[in-house]
């Protein structure tokens, strides 16, 4: 399927790009041959082979002033790198520079079931607009500790502690069911710092205490001083 037929007219909220043409001089983008991804959310069970490389995925681009515009961004993993993002004027595919705009930045509107930095749902303009992209996108998810690290790192910046603390529970709570510790330290870590900051220290020092087990069992000694 070529991108000119499927973007902004099929219902897929997310594409494999298996071939491209960006090394020609000429603007061939609406020819890239596409592969539509069926699930919810972008994962690894979608995608045959490995779960990297060039994909197209549903996107916002939000602004302060009004309702966030449907579009598309391209999306490099494992990488998280965005290089173009893709909107609909008077009937024709148009492809801009990466994520800024007019006043506006281009966010994801779905999940992405791969960490990365987490500011790719970030946007000045409205900094909620990414945090109920995750929220929402959360009982979509296959593995909810993706999304919900995502989730919990926004909601820390905006100093929405509480549902930090929620979100990182999920996380936590996820990666110890799957028996996956690489992280859990460093999750720990996080968590007993809002819980130092919304006045629970008995929760923090449990966090703490749990950390360096975590931290032992990964790094075959107890934590430094300056170690997290």
């Not at 596409?34 to 681009?61: C, M, R």
């Amino acid at each position: 399927m070529k991108l000119a037929d499927v973007l902004f007219n099929e219902p897929w909220r997310a594409y494999q790009v298996v071939e491209n043409f960006e090394e020609d001089e000429s603007d061939n983008f609406t020819q890239w041959e596409l592969k539509p991804l069926p699930g919810p959310t972008l994962a690894s069970d979608d995608v045959e082979g490995e779960f990297q490389g060039l994909f197209i995925i549903a996107a916002q681009l939000v602004t302060a002033e009004s309702q966030p515009q449907s579009c598309y961004l391209d999306l490099v993993l494992p990488e998280r790198v965005v290089e173009h993002h893709f909107l609909l004027e008077r009937g024709s595919i148009v492809r801009r520079k990466g994520r800024r705009g007019t006043n506006a930045t281009v966010i994801p509107a779905i999940g992405i079931e791969k960490f990365g930095n987490y500011t790719l749902f970030f946007a000045k303009e409205n900094p909620s607009a990414g945090i109920d992209v995750l929220k929402g996108e959360l009982s979509n998810a296959r593995h909810r500790d993706y999304l919900a690290y995502d989730l919990a790192f926004l909601l820390r910046d905006q100093k929405r502690y509480e549902e930090a603390i929620d979100a990182f529970s999920i996380v936590i709570e996820e990666r110890q069911r799957a028996e996956i510790s690489s992280i859990l330290h460093m999750l720990y870590t996080e968590r007993a710092r809002l819980y130092a900051a919304i006045g629970q220290p008995e929760r923090a020092e449990a966090d703490l205490r749990q950390r360096a087990i975590e931290f032992e069992r990964k790094y075959g000694h107890p934590p430094g001083p300056h170690e997290n």
